[in-house]
């Protein structure tokens, strides 16, 4: 009986393979736990796509919850060091040292330069690979830039499949513009992935659903539901944001494809929710019409964050109708001169109104996502949050919750905001703790703030370069937390403060080697 607690978790349209009868066996691993893994849109597609080879087995990996347990395949229990190749999702920075504890506990050498035939080959892939990849170039073999769809059929059969060792595969997968293969060209110019009409993508129609209550740890983070991509990225370029930036042109599923995948898919899975994704959702002209059809055939929905100047009375009453209780936006900053600056087109005037028409509309809860610590943000704009937060309790008077969600600034490759240094920890925290005290007794307002620290530490991996490879490999080592880091790269000569305030560059980016067009 398998040791992973996520292994007896009963799933529908899971795939089992016998291995023997397989060419390429690949281990798609999430790097963190099976909950926040079964909610990626990008597990559940890769998964049914190499899947949809005969002569491929892929099977899922999670990071175990346990430290002593070595990780193991969902499917057929199989240690990663047995399997052919071991794929990695990068969707955040603090899961780079999860993906190290992952290879350490399964006895694979960290570093690809010490690793032979003899073990798997280690791939990588997702947002953080396309952004810059350049912080884990030590120890992942080779790195897929861009979207995987239009290139599948060439890296599967061409790359993978086309060759029996590890040393071959690294070779080949080299000669694609794509593919970054640091061991062999570190220096190589790399192209994204083509990107194409997403109408003609593959989907994933069959979804691994768990099977288990909304009382169970293990119940998903979306529910029971069937998940559907509308648009792939966003046009609006907000100066922070890096899906703006690396996935444009926003592209959109025309409303008859969506309508034909969620009723394939809705049967397959046997669920009723549908739960929309996108990160330019809410520019998508079609979303009520959307919105209707999953209702008028019989089917409920949950949309992500909605623009503030998008929330109107049609969708709040379509959301009612589907009995979403809450809904999302963003402001990002709590004063129109600040929201401005970071091109979120958005005004007071506009958010207050949603709030009103949420209200009025009949939804129970709101829920605000607020950014601190952005470039020249102010005591003013901090306090403007709060403001604006009394200004909403006031308006949506029907309203039982507001719940102001509060993140913290980190630059991102790629972004206007790329080369922009953090405010000092003391300077965050005295915010963190202004805008607690401002909202603690505003009526129905709940604030909820992330800790300051560990965007530091994101930040460093987000902009670094290889440089901080060696502290990474200790940070994992010692166990990854705040106080890890800092014994890491203090025995470096480093420091987090010396990385990301008073940033001064003076040399290219770590991550100019990628080419976006």
Same mark, same amino acid.
């Given at each position: 009986m398998s040791k992973l607690v996520e292994a007896h978790i009963e799933e529908i349209n899971a795939i089992k393979k016998d291995l023997a009868q397989v060419d390429l066996k690949i281990a798609f691993c999430y790097p963190n736990n099976y909950r926040a893994g079964m909610a990626s849109l990008g597990l559940q597609l890769i998964y049914r796509l190499w899947n949809s080879y005969d002569r491929v087995a892929c099977e899922r990996t999670f990071l175990p919850l346990k430290k002593t347990v070595e990780p193991y395949t969902l499917e057929s229990d199989r240690p990663l060091r047995e399997?052919?190749?071991i794929a990695f999702t990068l969707q955040y920075e603090d899961d780079y040292t999860n993906v190290l504890d992952i290879l350490e506990r399964s006895n694979i050498p960290l570093e690809s330069s010490e690793r032979n035939n003899n073990h798997p080959l280690v791939i990588a892939g997702g947002p953080c690979a396309q952004s810059n990849p350049v912080p884990m170039s030590s120890f992942i073999d080779a790195f897929m830039i861009g979207d995987l769809e239009p290139i599948n059929e060439e890296f599967m059969t061409e790359?993978?499949?086309?060759?029996?060792?590890?040393?071959?595969?690294?070779?080949?997968?080299?000669?694609?513009?794509?593919?970054?293969?640091?061991?062999?060209?570190?220096?190589?110019?790399?192209?994204?992935a083509p990107k194409g009409n997403i109408d003609d993508y593959f989907y994933p129609i069959k979804q691994i659903i768990p099977q288990v209550e909304q009382e169970d740890p293990w119940y998903g983070v979306f529910g029971k539901s069937f998940m559907l991509e509308v648009v792939r990225g966003c046009n609006r370029g907000c100066s922070f944001c890096l899906t703006g930036r690396i996935n444009r042109p926003k592209r959109d599923r025309s409303l008859e494809k969506l309508t034909e995948i969620y009723r394939a898919g809705t049967r397959e899975c046997n669920v009723e929710k549908i739960t929309p994704i996108g990160s330019?959702?809410?520019?998508?002209?079609?979303?009520?019409?959307?919105?209707?059809?999953?209702?008028?055939?019989?089917?409920?929905?949950?949309?992500?964050?909605?623009?503030?100047?998008?929330?109107?009375?049609n969708l709040v009453k379509l959301l009612v109708k589907a009995k979403q209780r809450t809904?999302?936006?963003?402001?990002?900053?709590?004063? &129109?001169?600040? #929201?401005?600056?970071?091109?979120? =087109?958005? !005004?007071? $005037?506009? %958010?207050?109104?949603?709030?009103r028409t949420a209200s009025d509309g009949g939804l129970s809860r709101v829920k605000a996502?607020?950014?601190?610590?952005?470039?020249?943000?102010?005591?003013?704009?901090?306090?403007?949050?709060?403001?604006l937060a009394e200004e909403m309790s006031k308006v949506g008077k029907k309203l039982r919750k507001i719940r102001i969600s509060c993140g913290f600034f980190i630059p991102k490759p790629w972004t206007g905001y790329q080369d922009k240094s953090l405010f000092s920890l003391k300077d965050l925290?005295?915010?963190?703790?202004?805008?607690?005290?401002?909202?603690?007794?505003?009526?129905?307002?709940?604030?909820?703030?992330?800790?300051?620290?560990?965007?530091r530490i994101q930040t460093i991996l987000?902009?670094?370069g290889k440089e901080i490879s060696k502290p990474l490999k200790l940070a994992?080592?010692?166990?990854?937390?705040?106080? &890890?880091?800092? #014994?890491?790269?203090?025995?470096? =000569?480093? !420091?987090? $403060?010396? %990385?990301?305030?008073?940033?001064?560059i003076d040399e290219k980016f770590p991550w100019e080697f990628i080419k976006l067009k």
């Open positions: 399997m052919d190749v790359g993978l499949l086309g060759n029996n060792t590890r040393l071959k595969r690294m070779e080949v997968l080299n000669e694609f513009e794509w593919m970054w293969v640091p061991e062999i060209e570190e220096d190589k110019s790399v192209k994204h330019g959702i809410s520019d998508y002209r079609e979303l009520e019409n959307l919105c209707q059809n999953i209702l008028d055939d019989n089917l409920t929905f949950s949309l992500p964050s909605i623009r503030a100047d998008k929330i109107t009375d809904i999302t936006t963003a402001p990002e900053a709590g004063t &129109d001169k600040l #929201r401005k600056q970071i091109c979120k =087109g958005v !005004s007071d $005037e506009e %958010i207050i109104q949603a709030i996502y607020f950014i601190l610590g952005l470039p020249d943000e102010t005591v003013d704009d901090v306090e403007a949050i709060a403001t925290q005295a915010k963190s703790k202004l805008l607690k005290s401002k909202t603690r007794n505003i009526a129905k307002v709940d604030c909820e703030i992330t800790n300051p620290k560990m965007a987000s902009i670094s994992a080592k010692l166990g990854g937390g705040l106080g &890890d880091w800092r #014994r890491a790269l203090s025995e470096y =000569g480093m !420091s987090i $403060e010396g %990385i990301v305030e008073n940033r001064v």
